[in-house]
């Protein structure tokens, strides 16, 4: 196994958006390091593009959820290129929602994005939960009042705990994709603004799901619930993922809760032998462009970064 230092510096021969989270999150570098790190997703790379991409009428691509082009009649997953799924990416760079230049993105948003479904403004937000969970972290991380959402999000939440964008019966089994963008929204808006009694009993039943499962397997015989779930993607879209569900519990639960072990196993076990993590599942459809070179099976800067913070946070104790 190659010696940390060296995945370090190939990490940091990356984009900003990878540069800085690994030295707040990896190398513990200086705060101001980091932030003059992270400014620089302002003007190069991933972010610096992604702002660039947005259209004269406060869109990317032309819609909010699809983009201006797509056929209704097509599935809603054939592209990425849109405003919602920008927005969600921005975040994920973390570029920051105080330099001028991102307010004026997202005051054109707020003042223009209507989603197709409901054509309400965007941080008002529709009914998916999927969605819902997804524009809410949004609206936290930008400083928009996203409270609309919130209410909506704690009123569709089904009785065993998660969430659903499939059916409105709260009776009915959740869905694990649906749960963890729920969960990150909670999660984000808690963050954002000290969060109340009623959001953190929703975010903590959520948890729960997810944990009760032992994050892949069915609560009932054990079964793993799907192998994909076992997969690494890069992005993950409104997919769920056992690193993408680690990597939320990192920092909302950070205490570690014992029934993560056996995700963690299977985490570490991707890792190869030349200390990266590869991306493994790509949720394929239109971009605007790739975020990295390497497609699937191939080694990931992106799924590296957010792989060693997972492990250097379990194996801190």
């Known amino acids: 196994m190659p010696r940390m230092d060296d995945v370090i510096e190939y990490l940091l021969a990356g984009d900003p958006a990878i540069r800085w989270q690994v030295m707040r999150d990896l190398t513990d570098a ?13 003007t190069e790379g991933w972010g610096a593009r992604l702002l660039g991409e947005q259209g004269a009428d406060g869109l990317w691509d032309g819609g909010t959820y699809r983009p201006g082009w797509v056929d209704d009649e097509r599935p809603f997953f054939d592209a990425w290129t849109a405003t919602h799924f920008s927005l969600q990416s921005l975040r994920e760079y973390g570029v920051e929602p105080g330099a001028p230049a991102v307010r004026h993105a997202i005051d054109r948003v707020a ?7 409901n054509g309400e403004s965007y941080f008002t937000g529709e009914v998916e939960p999927c969605i819902n969970g997804i524009a809410l972290a949004v609206g936290a991380y930008f400083e928009r009042d996203a409270s609309a959402i ?8 089904h009785g065993d705990g998660g969430w659903n964008c499939w059916s409105d019966d709260p009776a009915a089994p959740s869905s694990m994709h649906s749960t963890i963008c729920a969960l990150e929204g909670l999660w984000a808006w808690h963050a954002a603004t000290g969060g109340t009694d009623a959001a953190t009993a929703a975010r903590r039943a ?3 799901y997810l944990l ?5 397997w069915r609560r009932t015989d054990g079964a793993l619930i799907d192998p994909r779930m076992t997969m690494i993607s890069v992005p993950t879209r409104w997919f769920y993922d056992v690193l993408r569900a680690l ?17 963690i196993d299977l985490l570490r076990g991707k890792r190869l032998a030349n200390g990266l993590f590869p991306s493994e599942n790509d949720h394929q459809g239109a ?10 099976g191939f080694p ?18």
């Open 212 to 216: 009760e499962r032992r994050l892949l």
């Open 206 to 208: 959520g948890e729960e």
């Open 287 to 296: 971009t605007l462009f790739d975020m990295e070179r390497e497609r699937e």
């Open 150 to 157: 919130l209410t909506t999000v704690l009123a569709t939440q």
């Open 300 to 317: 990931s800067r992106w799924a590296t970064l957010r792989a060693l913070r997972v492990l250097r946070w379990w194996d801190a104790a």
């Open 247 to 263: 990597d939320y519990l990192r920092v909302a639960r950070p205490e570690r809760d014992p029934r993560c072990a056996d995700a």
């Open 111 to 117: 003042s223009s994005a209507r989603w197709e479904y």
């Open 30 to 42: 200086a705060p101001e390091a980091v932030a003059a790190e992270r400014r620089r997703t302002l």
